[in-house]
């Protein structure tokens, strides 16, 4: 069998913090999974949809609200989280078939606004070890349509304490700090291909400006193998056969870092009073 990782993936796993699969999803998978999806949300709403479906709204994002952890009412959705090939892939990346926690259907049609950059592991605090996520593209993931956008080598640093959003841009409305000159990268993906990265890794997206044109992403959130907590909205986690697996429920709060200067140097430092913010992203 084919190594599901080549030793270029896994460099740029383990130095950047994510790597790209190209075409492990076939363009009439992507194809059934957009139908599927668009059906679901025409269809009404569903448990996660926080403030339900409006379809009169200005706002793209109250016509077409993210779904969340879809696999626990949808059998197409679960069936995806725990495939084959995306176990192969992180057990690759990660040395262990990891624990499947969460599924996200984002549609982000012409004119949504993005998600401030963020890290992963602040929601789900998954310990020991850390959560990754499997961001599949449906559609073509270019700048102009709010592509993901990531900070590489950021799955190095430790949590960070949040701060404000602009929420004019984004539909979060915490983000956390990126000195001016680290950069933030797009990552241009076409349907078909899928995005794993590290739950410390900096990432988010700006707005979609296309005139017409959907993003829609399907996602699913993993915590590793040896994990033995997360955080309460994660619950049941499943291993890759679709068993549940009894986890404990991960406390609130605990320490996040702020960027300093020190003797010229810039680092980030911990302080003992991280925020007690343990709602889902
Ligand atoms: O798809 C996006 O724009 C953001 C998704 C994201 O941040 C995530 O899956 O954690």
Same mark, same amino acid.
């Given at each position: 069998?084919?190594?599901?990782?080549?030793?270029?993936?896994?460099?740029?796993?383990?130095?950047?913090?994510?790597?790209?699969?190209?075409?492990?999803?076939?363009?009439?998978?992507?194809d059934?999974?957009?139908?599927?999806?668009?059906?679901?949300?025409?269809?009404?709403?569903?448990?996660?949809?926080?403030? #339900?479906?409006?379809?009169?709204?200005?706002?793209?994002?109250?016509?077409?609200?993210?779904?969340?952890?879809?696999?626990?009412?949808?059998?197409?959705?679960?069936?995806?989280?725990?495939?084959?090939?995306?176990?192969?892939?992180?057990?690759?990346?990660?040395g262990r078939?990891?624990?499947?926690?969460?599924?996200?259907?984002?549609?982000?049609?012409?004119?949504?606004?993005?998600?401030?950059?963020?890290?992963?592991?602040f929601?789900?605090?998954?310990?020991?070890?850390?959560?990754?996520?499997?961001?599949?593209?449906?559609?073509?993931?270019?700048?102009?349509?709010?592509?993901?956008?990531?900070?590489?080598?950021?799955?190095?640093?430790?949590?960070?304490?949040?701060?404000?959003?602009?929420?004019?841009?984004?539909?979060?409305?915490?983000?956390?700090?990126?000195?001016?000159?680290?950069?933030?990268?797009?990552?241009?993906?076409?349907?078909?291909?899928?995005?794993?990265? %590290?739950?410390?890794?900096?990432?988010?997206?700006?707005? %979609?400006?296309?005139?017409?044109?959907?993003r829609?992403?399907?996602? #699913?959130?993993?915590?590793?193998?040896?994990?033995?907590?997360?955080a309460?909205?994660?619950?049941?986690?499943?291993?890759?056969?679709?068993?549940?697996?009894?986890?404990?429920?991960?406390?609130?709060?605990?320490?996040? #870092?702020?960027?300093?200067?020190?003797?010229?140097?810039?680092?980030?430092?911990?302080?003992?009073?991280?925020?007690?913010?343990n709602?889902?992203?």
């Amino acid at each position: 069998m084919t190594p599901p990782m080549t030793p270029e993936e896994l460099r740029a796993w383990h130095e950047d913090g994510y790597v790209v699969k190209r075409g492990l999803f076939a363009r009439a998978e992507c194809d059934a999974a957009i139908k599927h999806f668009m059906d679901l949300r025409a269809a009404g709403t569903y448990e996660g949809d926080f403030d #339900g479906v409006d379809i009169g709204s200005a706002d793209p994002l109250k016509k077409y609200p993210r779904m969340i952890h879809m696999h626990r009412w949808d059998a197409f959705s679960m069936k995806w989280m725990i495939d084959p090939r995306i176990d192969a892939c992180l057990t690759a990346l990660a040395g262990r078939s990891p624990y499947a926690v969460q599924t996200m259907l984002y549609f982000k049609p012409a004119g949504a606004r993005g998600q401030a950059l963020h890290q992963d592991q602040f929601y789900l605090k998954a310990k020991p070890g850390t959560c990754m996520a499997a961001w599949l593209a449906l559609d073509v993931c270019d700048e102009a349509s709010g592509c993901i956008r990531v900070v590489p080598g950021s799955h190095r640093l430790p949590l960070l304490c949040t701060t404000k959003a602009d929420t004019t841009q984004s539909f979060t409305d915490v983000t956390v700090p990126v000195p001016a000159d680290l950069p933030v990268v797009p990552v241009l993906m076409q349907p078909g291909d899928m995005l794993f990265f %590290n739950g410390e890794l900096i990432h988010g997206s700006l707005p %979609n400006t296309t005139p017409d044109r959907f993003r829609r992403a399907l996602i #699913g959130h993993y915590i590793s193998g040896e994990a033995s907590q997360v955080a309460h909205w994660y619950h049941p986690a499943y291993r890759m056969d679709g068993t549940v697996i009894p986890l404990e429920t991960s406390p609130d709060g605990g320490p996040c #870092g702020v960027w300093v200067e020190r003797d010229g140097k810039r680092e980030v430092v911990l302080t003992g009073s991280g925020p007690a913010h343990n709602l889902h992203e």
